[in-house]
């Protein structure tokens, strides 16, 4: 194309001579269509240049276009393979604090007035402590006259006696027969008869003036105090004081019907009460028999030291030892869940994506443990599985599992 546009040049400047206006054309004029020419020469070039290209474009390989399209739409997927870990087994459950054994206190005699109180809930007692006494003023005087009785009762016992001897010195000489001896020993005998009688009725009389004292059974924690002085109380006024005997507490734990088939007698469990960061370690001292039919959920009783961070009534949390577990765990992106339950998304051997329903066990701060559904060779999808559907082709970019 050069070499035509100087032909061209050439031809006009051969005309102009011929012409006889060669002279006439001036070497500006002559220069500024050396441009033009030029330039028109440049455009060419480049849209015959931008033509060629288009159609080599346009001429390539369809199958290689079809494999790019293919090779741009297979998404790339983290997955990470498992394995299985040795972990300690937690059953995580809830409940509520009581006495591990509640004693309770109310009046175990006739009754009356209370005098006063000697205790007040939060109070820690000793075996047989007086807890309240109640007003004896009569039944004092009764003891008192109990007391004479007896006296009296000894005088005639001793007066028979003497009777006896002498009519025993006189039956020798034969002023008295053997019938009056028979009836002075019995009225001597009935005489010490009503002396055991009146010392009996005494020590039951003392006896009854002694449960006008309202005492602790055993050692403990007074829990409640429900009464006051000058309450009138009796033998059904029913619980007046309630103690948690040596102080000592337990976890009401609610547990499922699952894990309560993996758990025994011994345990060692962790409670930590509501409000409080404090923590005590207990056992499990029995274990429910029965399963609430509505909660489907069984009681486990675990055993507590004293402590005044325990109160009766509270809500506590208690993480038991249920022994080691070998399972495979994922972190929690990769667990999804809808009304089927919780699942996981594998990468099988050709590389397409299928869902496997899986059973969660223990949280934790490393992971989440796959109870069943998995044995730990798979392929799990980590993330972005909720963009994923079943049987779709992906390219898995394997991470090391931590």
Known sequence: MNYEARVDLDRVAADASADGDYGSVSDADMSARRRRKRLIVAIAIILAAAIIAGLMISGGSEETA????????????????????????????????????????????????????AVDAGDYVRAGQVLATIDRSVQSRQAQSSAALIEANR???????????????????????????????????????????????????????????????AAGLVLERRVEPGQVVSAGSGTLFSIARDGQMELLAEVSESDLARLSVGTVATVTPVGTTRSFEGQVW?????????????????????SPALR?????????????????????????????????????????????????????????EVASGLDGSERVVLRAGGFLTVGEKVRPALQDAD
Not at 286 to 306: F, K, M
């Open 286 to 306: 029995q274990i429910s028999p029965v399963i609430n039919e509505s909660t489907r959920l069984g009681v486990v009783r675990i055993a507590l030291p004293a």
């Open 66 to 117: 079809l494999s790019a399209s293919e090779e741009g739409a297979i998404s790339t997927v983290t997955v990470v393979v498992p394995g299985n870990i040795t972990q300690l087994g937690l059953i995580s459950a809830t409940g509520t604090l009581s006495a591990r054994r509640e004693m309770p206190v109310g009046s175990a005699g006739e009754g009356g007035r209370i005098a006063s109180v």
């Open 312 to 368: 009766p009534g509270g809500f506590a949390t208690a993480q038991i030892n249920s022994g080691s577990v070998v399972s495979p765990r994922l972190p929690e992106s990769a667990i999804m869940s809808d009304d089927k339950g919780s699942y996981v998304y594998i990468v099988n051997a050709e590389d397409t994506v299928e869902r496997r329903p899986v059973k969660l066990g223990l949280i934790n701060d490393e992971g989440i």
């Open 155 to 217: 005088a005639s016992a001793q007066l028979a006696q003497a009777n006896l001897d002498r009519a025993l010195q006189l039956v020798e000489r034969g002023f008295i027969s053997q019938a009056d001896i028979d009836r002075l020993t019995a009225t001597r005998d009935a005489a010490v008869a009503q002396v055991r009688i009146a010392e009996a009725q005494y020590q039951e009389r003392l006896a009854r003036n002694a449960q006008l004292n309202i005492v602790a059974p």
